[in-house]
Structures are given as C-alpha cells and as structure tokens.
C-alpha cells in the first residue's frame, strides 16, 4: 500500500477507511484502492496512538496538545499537556485522554484521566479530570459492566506503582494496582478493585468480555501478576457492593515469576498466549466458577514483542483468529467454530509489527517492522 513515509501507527477509519501516523508526525489516510496517501496533518507524536469514533480522529501533538480531526476541520488544544504512549477514546460528545504535569515523563501518580468538550463555538476545552491517579500509558474503554443500557462507563487501570513488580515488559517498570469505573462525564469514582500486595494488574488495555449467561453485562479481561507469574483474570461489577469490581474467576499461573501472558478476546472467546516472548502457546479458557480453565492450542505464536505498548497483534476475521507466528512472519489461522482447527499460514515478506481489522470486516492491514503497509485478505 502507498505511503508518503514509513509508518508508526496504524488505526481504522478516517476518510478513506485506513489511517497511518509516519515516524515523521504527519498523519495520512491510506487509499485501499492503490491512490496517493493524503496528508491530514502535521506535527503529530508517533509514538501515541490514533483514535477515531462518532465521525472523529483525536490524536496527540508533538508537543503533547489534543489534536481533533471532525468534518475536515481541525481543532487543537496546544496547552492539553496529553501523556505520550496513553490511549485516547472518543466519546460521542467528548473525547477521554490521560494528561499529565510533564509531558514526555513517565512518574506515577501525575497522570490524570481528563475528559474534554467543545464549547458553543466550537473551542476544545477541558471540562472534568479524575481525582485518581491513572497508568501514565492507560488504554480507557468505554464498557457497561452493570447492564444499564445507557453506553457505560470508562475503565482505566490506575495506582500506578513502579516498586511493587519490576517486570518491566509492557514499556516500563509501571505497573496497575487498581481497576477503576469513572462516571463518563464528570469522572467520578463508580466502581473500583484495588489489588493486595504483592499483586498488579499487568496490562495497560483491559478487554471488555460477555458474561456467561448475562449477554446484557460486560465483565473485563486483564491480567494479574505476582510472585508466581501471570494470570488471566475476569473483572466483574461486585454484586454485594454497590461501589466494588471483584476478580470474578482467574486462572492458573504461567509458570512462575516474571513469565507473563497476552489475552486476546472477539468479546466471547477467551484466549491466552503463554510466554509469548519465549516460545508462545496459545490457549483458550473456561469458565468453571470461580476457575478460568484453560486448554492448549497452539504452539510457536506470538501476539506481543517484548517492551511493547502494542498488546495484542491478533485480529478476528469473519470469525476466524489469525494471529502471528513467533518470528513474525506467518499468520496463523484459527477457526473456532471447528473446534480450533488450523487452516493453511500466510506467510508475510518482512516481520508484523502491528495488524488491524479492515472496519467492514473483509481484510486486515499490517504494519511491518520497516514502516510498510500490506493488506491482506482471509
């Protein structure tokens, strides 16, 4: 696919389906027809993700300002003070994004999640913050985790503390020690789970789950680390407190200290790579309880590079699971609807460093270690 300059960042949507931020800062809507990229913007930082909704694309300046695409017009807020590596999410009346008192610093507790909005003319501006310090590199989501109907709610990972578990695997040796359920608009504390020591929630980007007999509640799947290693774990609304999340069933150990798993899920399967950095074994869990049961899959698999922000290079495709193998240069695919059968590997001219789901379904964009696009179809 026809880049003007290597690519860093890959996200779906924009005005022609695909987007792409180069290591240069522009940000270009990639033609899926084989025609010129066309520059939207300057100025943009590469190492943060893009994100689009409800018609928009928010990103972060270099210089850690919000930047919001809508309509062809561009707003910017250049004093936002937005966290370099964090997540934004686009809300249909504002868009959520992590700030902090310095810009390019990652310490715990400066970061605060933000929600901004823009004024009757039309000026961005920031309109509530969270009192609760939140992962200097948070994934928000938005996710209904009491069956309300009403769209939900954002849950972040927060308590950041760098002593507890010196893993270091996700970018830094910042680790989650809570999981909280912020009200969408003025971000007060709904819900939350803070984890004893010595456990953290390893992950920056819990994944928002169907709940077994409750297709109308969402659990969240994450993962929790200590002295034994990594562990799936399903969060869930608290029944018996009004006020509390709960580790509603987690699963057996990875294998002992520092060895770490990476979830991936449609939004009902529920699935593991073991090890990823180390051999990579894909697996697929149960639910028994209070028990996540799990059976292996797949060997030789990878869904995550070591020291890597970017937690799940597996896409879903029409139902199918493609996932890459461990050096990058296959995908894998799975079918779970025959009981997990392997179909025939693609194999990929230079190493996946990132792969996303085309919005209607029928490819998946790659971006290689080398800045090139590649489509590629079931």
């Given at each position: 696919m026809p880049t003007a300059e290597p690519a860093r960042q890959l996200q779906t949507g924009g005005p022609t389906g695909l987007l792409s931020t180069g290591v240069g800062g522009g940000l270009w809507a990639l033609s899926l027809t084989g025609r010129a990229p066309r520059r939207l913007s300057d100025g943009l930082d590469a190492d943060t993700p893009l994100a689009t909704g409800h018609g928009r694309i928010a990103a972060r300046t270099a210089g850690g300002g919000l930047w919001v695409w809508?309509?062809?017009?561009?707003?910017?807020?250049?004093?936002?003070g937005l966290a370099v590596h964090a997540a934004l999410l686009i809300l249909p009346l504002a868009v959520v994004a992590v700030v902090t008192r310095n810009p390019r610093g990652m310490e715990?507790?400066?970061q605060r999640l933000a929600r901004f909005e823009p004024d009757s003319a039309g000026r961005w501006r920031e309109v509530a913050r969270s009192q609760d310090a939140v992962l200097p590199d948070a994934r928000p989501l938005q996710v209904d985790l009491d069956g309300r109907g009403d769209g939900g709610h954002i849950a972040v990972l927060a308590g950041p503390d760098a002593r507890?578990?010196?893993?270091?695997?996700?970018?830094?040796?910042?680790?989650?020690?809570?999981?909280?359920?912020?009200e969408r608009h003025g971000l007060?504390?709904?819900?939350?789970?803070t984890l004893p020591a010595p456990h953290v929630f390893e992950d920056i980007a819990p994944r928002p789950v169907t709940l077994p007999g409750a297709p109308e509640r969402l659990g969240l799947l994450t993962v929790r680390s200590g002295p034994e290693g990594g562990q799936l774990a399903l969060v869930t609304a608290d029944p018996a407190r009004k006020d509390g999340l709960q580790v509603a069933a987690i699963g057996d150990t990875v294998g002992g200290f520092h060895r770490w798993l990476a979830p991936t899920t449609d939004g009902r399967q529920l699935l593991a790579v073991h090890t990823p950095h180390i051999g990579g074994v894909l697996h697929v869990y149960q639910q028994e309880g209070q028990h996540l049961a799990r059976r292996r899959l797949l060997d030789d698999v990878s869904t995550h590079r070591i020291g890597s922000r970017e937690l799940d290079l597996s896409?879903?495709?029409?139902g199918l699971l493609v996932l890459p193998s461990q050096d990058g240069r296959r995908l894998r695919v799975l079918n779970p609807a025959a009981n997990w059968a392997e179909q025939p590997s693609v194999p990929l001219p230079v190493r996946l460093g990132m792969a996303t789901a085309l919005a209607d379904g029928s490819?998946?964009?790659?971006l290689a270690d080398d800045g090139r696009v590649m489509v590629v179809g079931p």
């Open positions: 809508e309509d062809g017009r561009v707003h910017t807020v250049p004093s936002a715990p507790s400066s507890r578990y010196d893993h270091g695997v996700l970018g830094d040796g910042i680790e989650a020690t809570r999981l909280l359920w912020l007060e504390v709904m819900r939350s789970l896409v879903w495709l029409r490819a998946m964009a790659v």
